[in-house]
């Protein structure tokens, strides 16, 4: 059964905290991808990766770094949060390609509360 | 990407087929029909999609109108736990980037 993990499902930070953000995958994906989700305003792709070390920015990454250093980790740092940084965190993972059409396995989220 | 229209939501009986349709009335010769959902506080789930041809999964089946302008996602025995909200989405089959765009969606009520 295809997995892709996130390192916690609620998170409570304090305006000016570094914040680490992890995902895994075992379904040895070449893509990985964080996306936000807020209400009204859908899915928005902030960084995503397709493959190690390689890194491109979304439609939001102000505010936001991302690192991969191993294929099946893709990590998504706040360098110092603030408030409308608040939000649901989606982690993604697919093949590359034409294997990948698209279909994208999503992790059970996080959701980050800034205080 | 093409742009999808589809109704705010639906309720559908436990055990009866739920019909979602989506307008893609702009879709281009190489775009690809994508059907996510998501449950509530989970992450989206791929459901199926298909280029012009109908298709047929363990999860659902999607119609596809000839001229493509429009779908059908349908799930044959709807339980409760098909609650969610499914996102239709319009895209070419690349690899550029391959990051999603979530419109509204439609939110299905599935009632005992």
């Known amino acids: 059964d295809v997995k892709v993990t996130q390192s916690s499902r609620y998170l409570v930070k304090r305006t000016g905290e570094k914040v680490f953000l992890e995902c895994v995958q075992d379904m040895d994906h070449e893509n990985m991808f964080w996306y936000r989700q807020d209400p009204g305003l859908g899915l928005r792709l902030i960084y995503f990766s397709y493959d190690v070390k390689m890194k491109e920015k979304g439609d939001i990454p102000e505010g936001y770094s991302v690192s991969r250093e191993k294929k099946e980790r893709f990590s998504l740092i706040l360098e110092s949060a603030s408030t409308n940084q608040t939000s649901m965190y989606l982690c993604a993972s697919s093949y590359s390609g034409s294997r990948s059409y698209n279909e994208q396995f999503f992790g059970p989220g996080t959701r980050l509360t800034v205080l | ?112």
């Open chain 2, 1 to 112: 990407d093409a742009k999808t229209t589809q109704p705010p939501s639906m309720d559908c009986a436990e055990g009866r087929a739920a019909n979602l349709p989506c307008n893609h009335s702009t879709i281009s010769g190489n775009e690809y029909v994508y059907w996510y959902r998501q449950i509530h506080s989970q992450g989206p789930q791929y459901i199926i999609h298909g280029l012009k041809n109908n298709e047929t999964n363990e999860m659902a089946s999607l119609i596809i109108t000839e001229d493509r302008k429009s779908s059908t996602l349908i799930l044959p025995h709807a339980t409760l736990r098909d609650t969610a909200v499914y996102y239709c989405i319009v895209r070419v089959a690349s690899n550029a980037g391959n990051m999603l765009t979530f419109g509204g969606g439609t939110r299905l009520m599935v009632k005992p």
